[in-house]
């Protein structure tokens, strides 16, 4: 078994909740919906931008990371008629993701604040 393939063997699941304790000074990081899902386990030690999800593809979908939504995703979700905007939301939060993270101090849309568990 390869370094790499032997590490990610070795590492224990983390929650929700720890890598927000972990990260709220090194990040900046804040709860702003959804403690509900503190205890959610990040399965996958890897964060995933979820633009295409976001344009309603789902296949191959990592649901198991980090949901990491930037500017792009933001002007993407921006552009979006506001029912379009609400029904790609919901999807993704339907696929049970541990946590989204959004960056560059974007503004939360209310859409994700309703829909966060």
């Known amino acids: 078994m390869s370094e790499v393939r032997q590490s990610r063997v070795r590492q224990s699941p983390v929650t929700v909740g720890q890598f927000l304790k972990a990260g709220k000074a090194r990040l900046g990081l804040e709860l702003v ?6 205890k959610r386990v990040i399965a996958e030690p890897v964060v995933h931008r979820p633009g295409l ?16 939504v930037g500017m792009v995703e933001c002007a993407y979700l921006s552009s979006l008629p506001d029912a379009l905007r609400i029904q790609r939301c919901e999807e993704l939060f339907r696929m049970k993701i541990p946590c989204l993270v959004l960056t560059r ?8 604040l309703r829909v966060a568990e």
């Open 105 to 112: 101090g974007k503004r939360v849309f209310p859409e994700i």
């Open 33 to 38: 919906a959804g403690a509900s899902g503190l």
């Open 53 to 68: 999800a976001l344009s309603g593809f789902y296949e191959h979908f990592a649901r198991k990371r980090i949901q990491v």
